[in-house]
């Protein structure tokens, strides 16, 4: 752990811009409780981003950095697509090396953090779209989960390839037209979170970002199952309200709609990652 | 280092592909020779003690208090701003800024040039910011630019940078202090 | 007696000592063994820190033997992967994480994994990879052939070509030496020429086994090593999300320059360490020079003495052990007084010879033949290569080949 890095030296804190200063004074550093319920008072891991207005996936990635445990010894593994666009602005350590290999890249970060830092909880969480978790990455994916690597992997599904302009993803849905699938989708979505669990994760939930405080939960519970026990998966509904054709304040009401179709709250947890959730709620840590 | 910028668009100016290397061990460079520590930290005093709107751009592992060096170094950064009547802007981190950054209080190493420009600043020196953004840095100002730079790094040196001191630690900054009040002197500043 | 210096241990119990002193003046015991092995008792001696495998022939017994390093305790994380693809992106995942890295393969496992290199050069990681050449193309083959290196030559990354097991061995070490040199810092390809060196046994001098290199100390990095450990807290490895509101036409240029740079950099060093970046072979006076590199170079060698005994014709060779950076000040120098130069190769298009001309063009005026050339697992044996010069001198050939 190292508060240590984003401490400013006093001698020149006068030159610092005042976001940087308040990211050391107002970060919620060190503090495992902290969660969405912070995001009013404390100083975000992410302020300016360049998705569209009212994208859900902007609203997913304020959640989902308000609710890691361990902000200070995190590093976050990302891919192309619209997420590959907020990622510079994270105040995290952060990666986006290639399309695809996310989860192969993490591998080897959290495996040697592992050796590096035996004494330390470093958490390595892979964020990245529905293209590069479910079609270019897939093998990398899967297979991260087959060796049982201690990762926590976010999919952004947003059923499309949206930072492209709009192709069809094989977590398009049947039937949607969209480019490169000018007739139609031909075949059906693609159940990632059933891979999952066939695959070997510990701790699998499919959602959408709906509900803030549940985000949290589900975050936080895939973190501290990924950290003892292995690999654990989340797979949440962002809608491209872009490439759907909705406006900017549609976004909360598609996801509310899904809530209760598609994207119905789904969680899975194998024996031991039951024991880490329900020791970690005890511990007041959930 | 051949010649003070601007030099022009792509491709870009590369020192290496002028055969300067970053100089040995125990000494420096200055332009494209290597010279005696000493001498290039007089002319480094001596071009920001004479150029317009001297700048020190301190980067990251002098800004934060992340070991105990970076605390001593960026105390002697403060003292080596004061004698050298220079400001300071600081490269605080190396991810590119959106929507734009605001080149009075902040240097990207992705277009350090803004904040050359808009400052008009002559002479610059990069002190505490890792190696690959100090050289992707000192390459666009050498392109872009007129500006003196000069690089006081802990590690190697860059020779792309009009004058590169190497192996600077806190006692190096102490000497540089000593010979920039020297110049300072000598100038009748 | 005090000593004065005290004695450190790396993570496996070896006692760290000086790059200097394990490549040139450490004791060496004679050993017979093959390149694969080779490998082996270089990444023993090396303070790795991780490594991840795949299977290709004929790399995989590298694989396997820094495997059972792991076993035995001198390389910190070890696993298959999925493909090469996987693999190389692994290793980037481990070398941003801080550790001293190697990693092996071959042939159509090179051109898989083809997309991470370039993400490795501009990452600055100083990732070893140690390259069997094999055959690349439709029809496929298993056989020696080092086509696969010319896809390499722009990725950014070094490239060294060793000619013998024990160059092997003596480049490995080196090669994480230079490599993470602060100013220098990208990835090394230390390359053979697959079966005739990873799988022939030759004698080899080793040091002992009881001392190391010095552990890699991420925190000299040019740029910020991934473990929330190095200010600043907020940093992204890659900035390559191109799009003009984020990041300067002008940064993405620079950073490109700044790799290459970064190669012509490593050249002081790899002259140290390698003890030159060129070695010249036979009658300085000789006006027929063979430019080759590996085992191409091998061959000309013993062609050079074939035709001095044999045919009374001098010749000479001059070796590349570098091919990124590229030699060309000492190959020009070397080439000085030559009338012909022959450029040997182990592939089909004959990669060596096009930067061998591009590196004279404009500097020496000296006819430069891309000849002898063979590829897709023939051998190029040295009475080839003399019956090619003795043609090309209009001189009776009696040799029967």
């Not at chain 2, 300067?20 to 480094?44: Q, S």
């Not at chain 3, 490795?120 to 390259?131: D, E, F, N, Y």
């Not at chain 3, 061995?169 to 602060?182: K, N, S, Y």
Request: charged share 25%; glycine share 6%.
């Amino acid at each position: 752990m190292s508060y240590k890095i984003f401490k400013i030296n006093e001698d020149l804190k006068d030159f610092m811009p005042p976001e940087i200063v308040d990211l050391e004074e107002k970060a919620t550093w060190g503090n495992p409780k902290r969660g969405v319920m912070d995001l009013p008072y404390s100083k975000e891991l992410i302020e300016e981003h360049s998705l569209c207005a009212g994208c859900p996936e902007s609203a997913a990635f304020r959640y989902i950095l308000a609710s890691l445990p361990n902000p200070e010894d995190t590093i976050i593994v990302n891919s192309t697509g619209c997420t590959s666009l907020v990622f510079p602005h994270i105040a995290l350590h952060t990666v986006h090396s290639l399309f695809g290999n996310q989860n192969a890249v993490a591998s080897g970060i959290k495996r040697v953090l592992e050796w590096r830092f035996p004494d330390k909880v470093k958490d390595v969480i892979v964020l990245a779209g529905d293209g590069a978790t479910v079609d270019i990455g897939l093998d990398c994916t899967l297979q991260s989960f087959f060796r049982q690597e201690k990762i926590t992997t976010i999919c952004f599904d947003n059923e499309v390839y949206a930072n492209t302009g709009g192709q069809e993803s094989g977590m398009t849905v049947k039937g949607h037209v969209f480019k490169m699938a000018p007739k139609g989708k031909q075949w059906d979505k693609v159940p990632m979170w059933q891979l999952a669990i066939d695959s070997g994760c510990h701790y699998v939930v499919r959602m959408t970002v709906s509900s803030p405080k549940k985000v949290e939960k589900v975050i936080k519970q895939a973190i501290y199952v990924a950290r003892e026990v292995g690999p654990t998966y989340i797979h949440l509904y962002t809608p491209c309200i872009l490439e759907i054709g909705l406006n900017a304040d549609d976004g909360l009401e598609e996801m509310r709609r899904t809530d209760k179709e598609r994207f119905k709250f789904f969680e899975y947890m194998t024996d031991a990652a039951k024991e880490v959730i329900e020791r970690k709620k005890e511990e007041g840590l959930i | 280092m051949a010649k003070l910028g601007p030099s022009g668009y792509s491709p870009y100016p590369v020192a290496m592909y002028e055969d300067i290397l970053t100089p040995p061990p125990g000494k420096a460079l200055l332009f494209n020779e290597i010279v005696d520590e000493e001498i290039a930290m007089r002319e480094a005093a001596k071009a920001m003690l004479t150029r317009e709107n001297p700048t020190i751009f301190p980067g990251p592992q002098v800004l934060y208090a992340w070991n105990e060096e970076a605390k001593e170094k960026a105390r002697l950064v403060r003292k080596i701003a004061e004698t050298l009547g220079a400001k300071i802007i600081p490269m605080y981190d190396y991810r590119p800024k959106y929507p734009k950054i605001d080149p009075e209080k902040e240097i990207n190493p992705n277009h350090p040039n803004l904040t050359i420009w808009h400052n008009n600043i002559k002479a610059c020196i990069f002190i505490g910011v890792h190696c690959h953004y100090a050289n992707v840095a000192l390459k666009i100002i050498r392109a872009e630019t007129d500006c003196f730079t000069i690089a006081m790094c802990g590690n190697a040196g860059h020779e792309d940078a009009m004058i590169t001191l190497r192996d600077q630690h806190t006692e190096e900054l102490e000497k540089f202090i000593r010979v920039a009040e020297e110049v300072k002197k000598e100038l009748g500043k | 007696m005090q000593k004065t210096e005290q004695v450190q241990y790396n993570r496996a119990g070896q006692r760290i000592v000086s790059p200097d002193y394990l490549l040139f003046e450490a004791p060496r015991e004679k050993q017979f063994m093959t390149g694969s092995e080779v490998v082996k008792e270089a990444v023993k001696r090396a303070s790795v820190d991780a490594s991840v495998s795949y299977p290709i022939t004929p790399q995989s017994e590298a694989a396997h033997l820094i495997g059972e390093l792991w076993v035995e305790g001198y390389v910190g994380v070890y696993f298959r992967g999925e493909s090469e693809f996987g693999v190389m992106s692994e290793v980037a995942g481990c070398s941003m994480a801080g550790a001293r890295t190697i990693t092996t393969t071959s042939g159509p496992g090179t051109l898989r994994a083809m997309e991470n290199f370039p993400m490795w050069a501009g990452s600055r990681l100083p990732i070893q990879l140690v390259l069997m050449a094999r055959g690349v193309n439709a029809p496929l083959t298993i056989q020696p052939d080092n086509l696969e290196i010319s896809f390499l030559l722009d990725t950014g990354c070094m490239i060294w070509h060793a000619e013998t097991a024990q160059e092997l061995f003596d480049m490995i070490l080196a090669g994480f030496v230079v490599a993470e040199q602060p100013d220098v810092h990208v990835p090394v390809i230390t390359a053979i020429d697959g079966f005739f060196i990873s799988h022939t046994r030759e004698a080899v001098m080793l040091p002992p086994d009881d001392i190391a290199l010095p552990p890699y100390n991420p925190y000299k990095s040019p740029m910020v090593p991934l473990d929330m450990e190095m200010a600043p807290g907020r940093f992204l490895r890659d900035p390559y999300v191109m799009k003009s509101n984020y990041i300067s036409y002008a940064a993405h240029t620079s950073w490109q320059f700044e790799v290459r740079a970064a190669i012509e950099r490593s050249k002081p060093y790899a002259k140290h360490y390698l003890r030159g970046l060129i070695e010249e072979f036979g009658d300085p006076e000789a006006e027929i020079v063979f430019v080759a590199s590996g085992t191409a170079a091998a061959q000309a060698k013993e062609a050079t003495l074939m035709l001095l005994h044999d045919e009374g014709v001098k010749a000479r060779v001059v070796r590349l052990k570098t091919i990124r950076p590229f030699p060309t000040k000492e190959l020009i120098e070397a080439l000085r007084g030559a009338k012909y130069v022959f450029v040997p190769e182990f592939n089909v298009i004959g990669w060596l010879e096009r930067e061998v001309r591009r590196a004279l063009y404009g500097n020496l005026d000296v006819p430069v033949i891309g000849s002898p050339r063979v590829a897709g697992g023939m051998t190029m044996p040295p009475e080839f290569i003399v019956k090619e010069i003795l043609q090309f001198l209009g001189k009776e050939v009696k040799h029967v080949v």
